[in-house]
């Protein structure tokens, strides 16, 4: 169960795109979780050496293409969020489950403010604290990724 | 224990004498790096968009799969809506119909005259901007932008820079073409302005988008004469806008002590929420001068161009302002 394939991550992130691409309807779209970015980073805190700094780089490369933002500025921002990922990566095994949960809620209201100060540089206006609800959601998407893949803090099956 | 939970993470870091790849740190500082110089490349030089068109249009399966559900259920919906409501749209389609041809009919001898009288007096005639009908695949992706994607592209004629209007008034330009959809900028968006007249006086004024559903008319004095609930229509000025479609109503007025300037703000008419087909217009001028200049050879480019935009600017100016000066203006400038 433990085993991580590259086909999985893969297969993981191009349906996480489907669903970016996916035409919300109305306003739903404000509630529409990063889906990306949380795919991302669970296979970034679950298998760094099958998916690192770079896919995360790529990945926002593809929500900048897909979105048609100015490219690199979601790039940027999943790189570094990438990078504090990882960088409290080891440390995972001693989280419990709320510990984690508040530690994605960090790396994702990361990402945001990270993207909105990119976007009022390049001169779009202030979208309120709206722009903070995809946090909430992408968090509802993070229990969905533990429910189907396995959690990362304490596995029930412990090889010994 | 504690050893099987380690072999359940796989390590990150490994020891230096096992080593497979360049740190975290060093990772995103060239990651972050390399994404800086794109973000500068995309927005000072336009060496990408080669790019974005290329991924868009492979893009574009992935996107087909994506809209299937909520087409599917239009479809169906569609397939399933009841019978009388069906007999009654039919019976106001054909009343509204008629009541555009009844209009039609006077429009077309008022056109007619028009023309004649233009031919009178050596003016030019305007051309009637065609349009395209499309239709809005979908709201843009991320929804603190003013977007819209609509399903017309490169394979159907469409460039950038074409107005684009609904029925209710105009809905903003075509600012990125892909080879089967295009994204319209609203006219409400920060970076799109659109020249517009008061409908009730005439006055001219420029509209920038204010974002959050508003526009914005800036720079125009306290003691302007402009009402809440005026209409606000396209100048024609441009030559990408046609003259008289309606663009907003001002819907607040607010006079700062300390600026010079009063502060309009209004709200486009057009209903891009509740609409889904909308109409993309060509723009005559541009593409007759673009026939010209194709004709035309290199060294002679330049002075056509510069009398095209005479040209283009000169009827609607005049015709706005003081049309008694027209055939003076036209006659004399062949010459």
Redesign the interface.
Known sequence: M?H?SLVSVYISLIIA??????????QS??F?PDFMLVVTLYWLL????LC???T??FV??LVD?????????H??SF??T??VA??Y??R??LFNKGQLLAYVLILLLIERVLILL??LF????N?GLV?LLPIISGLLLWQLMIFIFGG?T??KT??? | ?L???????????TPAFFV??AS??S??VF??A??????????RLNY?SQV?QA??AA?HP??V???A??AWYRDTKKYFSAHNKLVQENYILKQQAFEHQVALQRFNTIQAENEHLRGLLNGNIPNQPKGMLGEI?????????H?V?VNRGNQHNIKAGLAVVDSKGVIGQVT?VYPFTS?VTLITD??LSIPIQIERNQLRAIAFGG??NTLDIPYLPTNVDIKVGDKLVTSGIDGVYPAGLAVATVTKIEQNPESPFAKIISTPVAEV?NHLQLLLLDLPDAREAEIKLTSETPETKDREVKKEKLNLNKPNIKTNTKPNTMPKVNANAPH
């Open positions: 433990r991580t795109l489907l669903c970016q691409l996916f035409p919300w309807v109305g779209v404000i529409r679950r298998a760094p050496h690192n700094v770079g995360a780089c926002g490369l293409l897909a979105t048609g933002s100015l490219l690199g500025q790039a940027l790189c570094f990438a990078y990882l960088s990566q080891r995972l095994v990119l976007k390049t001169g779009n206006e979208p722009y990362l304490r596995p412990s090889t010994s | 224990m050893k099987g939970v380690h072999q359940n993470l796989e390590t990150q870091q497979r790849g975290a740190f990772r995103m990651f972050c390399l994404s800086i110089t794109i973000m500068a490349i995309d927005s990408l974005r991924f868009i893009l992935l996107e799969v994506a809209n559900p909520g695949s979908h709201m843009g992706r991320d929804p603190f932008t977007i994607v990125r994204e920060k970076e974002g959050n929420t």
